[in-house]
């Protein structure tokens, strides 16, 4: 099982940016990003399949990019929200069809704080 390491979160400012990292244990075939808020359950925000195609929840669209290289998953996101303020987690998985199924275990996530 691939062991995932997230990290590059932090507190900014409304409308400014951050990316994120995730390092990957292991070879993969598609990633995702997820976030949790309080109190909530994990939602899937992005994904990347073998080929670099990739989708997004429309709370993200045009804000987010996620993209990969050999062992890292990456998360590009502009234009921050409070509403974005959230811990940030990455899976490895696979596709079936146009669906997402991470197939990993949970890194230990990090944590976006953006204020007002």
């Known amino acids: 099982q691939v062991h995932l390491v997230e990290s590059g979160g932090g507190l900014v400012q409304a409308g400014e940016s951050l990316k994120l990292s995730c390092v990957v244990s292991?070879?993969?075939?598609?990633a995702g990003w997820h976030r949790k808020f309080p109190g909530k359950q994990r939602g899937l925000i992005a994904s990347?399949?073998?080929?670099?195609g990739t989708n997004y929840a429309d709370a993200v669209k045009g804000r987010f990019a996620i993209s990969r290289d050999s062992n890292k998953v990456y998360l590009e996101m502009n234009d921050l929200k409070v509403e974005d303020t959230a811990v940030y987690y990455c899976?490895?998985?696979?596709?079936?069809?146009?669906?997402?199924?991470?197939?990993?275990?949970w890194g230990q996530g990090t944590q976006v704080t953006v204020s007002s």
């Open positions: 899976t490895t998985g696979i596709f079936l069809g146009e669906m997402y199924l991470p197939n990993s275990g």
């Open positions: 292991g070879t993969f075939s598609a």
């Open positions: 990347i399949d073998a080929g670099g």
